[in-house]
């Protein structure tokens, strides 16, 4: 069984920053893919950013140049240093990992940015 388990949301106001902590645990083996989406109120969930195996980055557009995905392959933890926050980033952070044999769902933190 696998477990995510993650940190660091809460409420900032506009122009903050905020680092969200995803830890994996569990049966779980050669990750690959370390993502975060977040789902907004009225809005379908999209993917936030992405980190593969290999390190390479992926990030959605209006994120770009604020937003830092990495990871800790020794930790089995996949990070999100969000900076210059917007009331547009408010929504609920999920972390998705996926290894050789499943993809894996973390239950979402909560991310408030008031203006």
């Known amino acids: 069984q696998v477990q995510l388990v993650e940190s660091g949301g809460g409420l900032v106001r506009a122009g903050g920053s905020l680092r969200l902590s995803c830890a994996a645990s569990?049966?779980?083996?050669?990750?690959?893919?370390m993502r975060w989406f977040r789902q907004a109120p009225g809005k379908q969930r999209e993917l936030v950013a992405a980190?593969?195996?290999?390190?390479?980055?992926h990030y959605l557009d209006s994120v770009k140049g604020r937003f830092t995905i990495s990871r800790d392959n020794a930790k089995n933890t996949v990070y999100l240093q969000m900076n210059s926050l917007k009331p547009e980033d408010t929504g609920v952070y999920v972390c998705?990992?996926?290894?050789?044999?499943?993809?894996?769902w973390g239950q979402g933190t909560q991310v408030t940015v008031s203006s």
């Open positions: 998705n990992v996926g290894d050789t044999w499943d993809d894996y």
């Open positions: 569990g049966s779980i083996f050669s990750i690959n893919h």
């Open positions: 980190v593969s195996s290999d390190g390479s980055t």
